[in-house]
């Protein structure tokens, strides 16, 4: 857990510097990533190098800070990154779809702490001339009030989890998570999916479900699941459920349409 992690790097003449490459010591002129305090360099053989403050005095924000800086430096030098799979949504699995499989792409432009809106993302990346936000997750995750946010701006964002990095972090292995793939990282908003999703609801139908004793219905049925004196209908419980013409569902309603 993050809570073990020792502080494995610090400033140093204004660059994020790994412990590993400074001398022992108070030599090794390096402040906190996040408090600013002046470190020490503890590098014994019986226990992993670390920084930790010169005046004993406990910073609690020093590894979040200085995983964050080590993530966006990533980026911002190799200018590629492991994107997810895309899923179109819907109700029934049965209407989900892969709209694009995992890929590397080649970023073209790289911004840090950059304000979009109300917000200020830790990277601000384009990819083929289209924005992409990138969090990166070393304590709490994207909340709901700015994933929302997020959605409502329209912008494709990323989270990259590294709340559970090992202890032994070098920036080699920072760039293996951050660069790399894995379930580590998640879609807060996919603009692709989200365009998709749209067209494809657009040309649906939506049918009011209807309270008959203890069933729920609608009539109309678009595939016949049932008739009643030759008219179509469907019992939402056992047709519409799973059903692969199921988009969306609501309190009154549900939509039905193909996703392909």
Known sequence: MLSTLKLSFGIKHGVLTHVRDVASGAACGCNCPACGENLIAKKGSSRQHHFAHIN???????????????????????????????????????????????????????????????????????????????????????????????????????????????????????????IGSGAHKKWIFNADAKKRQDEILSGAKVFKMIRRGYALQVDGCPISARTFNGRPYANVTHDCNGCERLLMRGDETITCGLAS
């Not at 406990?58 to 995983?67: D, I, Q």
């Not at 989900?96 to 840090?112: A, G, M, N, P, R």
């Not at 109300?118 to 994207?142: C, S, W």
């Open 56 to 178: 004993n005095s406990e910073c609690k924000y020093g590894v979040e800070t200085s995983l964050h800086l080590a993530a966006k430096k990533i980026l911002e030098q190799k200018m590629e990154i492991s994107l997810p799979e895309v899923e179109v949504w819907f109700y029934s699995p049965r209407a989900s779809f892969i709209l694009s499989s995992e890929k590397t792409y080649k970023l073209d432009k790289v911004v840090l702490e950059n304000r979009v809106g109300q917000i200020i993302p830790d990277v601000l990346a384009y990819i083929n001339g289209q924005p992409l936000l990138v969090e990166i997750r070393v304590t709490h995750k994207v909340s709901y009030e700015k994933a929302r946010y997020l959605k409502e701006l329209g912008l494709s964002t990323i989270e990259i989890d590294l709340s559970q990095a090992s202890r032994e972090l070098e920036m080699k292995d920072i760039e293996s998570l951050v």
